[in-house]
């Protein structure tokens, strides 16, 4: 069984701070890492992809990876309450994605 | 980043009946679309692969007699929920892969399906 695993949360953060959301994945043979953000009634939307272990920065996101751990992290800076949201961490290629279960962010104005 | 559209957003039918749901990728080629489902408060999760021009391959547990899936140009793919029921009431979403080495799903808006 493949699996990505996140913890559901709700994380709350106050507005200004650093979220930091935290995934582990199981299946080694993975190549691509994906963060999505998910609003509730809505799609998933792309924020950020890494495949290299360090850290890739985007704005105020940075996502970071470390294969020999297995595991993958979103750090989001001056967070705002708009990025209240379910982040869903999905691992990928060869095969398709696998999502995690989406971890509950909430900033607190 | 690509642009993935689906529809209809919202559908409510009665018991029994089929709905259509379509997936089109408006500004690339996709050879492969992606179809989930999303129970509320749960994870995405993959439904089937949709291949252009043959047989989608669906994940363990899904029937394919129920779902159907045609996936007949590059740009469109259709899900059709045959005699839908209660429990088949969910957000369902399609995807596309870039053509990129990467691999990134690009979205469509997802379908709503509430059966009565």
């Known amino acids: 069984q493949k699996e990505v695993e996140q913890n559901s949360g709700p994380l709350s953060v106050p507005e200004g701070a650093i979220a930091s959301l935290n995934c582990t994945y199981s299946?080694?043979?993975?190549?691509?890492f994906f963060w999505y953000r998910q609003y509730s009634g809505k799609s998933p939307e792309l924020i950020m992809f890494i495949y290299s272990n360090g850290d890739k920065e985007d704005g105020r996101f940075t996502a970071q990876l470390n294969k020999a751990s297995q595991y993958v992290s979103l750090l989001i800076r001056d967070s705002q309450p708009s990025d209240s949201a379910t982040y869903l961490c999905a691992a990928g290629m060869p095969r398709p994605l696998v999502f995690g279960k989406g971890t509950r962010l909430s900033v607190i104005a | 980043g690509a642009v993935v559209s689906q529809h209809p957003s919202r559908v409510i039918c009665k018991s029994g009946t089929s709905v259509k749901i379509e997936c089109r990728s408006l500004d690339f080629q996709a050879t492969t679309m992606f179809w989930y489902r999303q129970f509320p408060k749960q994870s995405l999760m993959l439904m089937a692969t949709s291949n252009e021009g043959s047989k989608a391959t669906y994940e363990q547990g899904v029937e394919k007699d129920k779902f159907l899936i045609n996936h007949a140009s590059l740009t469109l793919s259709t899900l059709t929920v045959t005699s839908a029921h209660p429990e088949d009431s969910s957000f369902y979403i399609c995807?596309?892969?870039?053509?990129?080495?990467?691999?990134?799903?690009?979205f469509g808006e997802g379908s709503r399906l509430t059966v009565l």
């Open positions: 995807s596309a892969r870039s053509g990129s080495d990467i691999g990134e799903l690009f």
């Open positions: 299946d080694r043979g993975s190549q691509s």
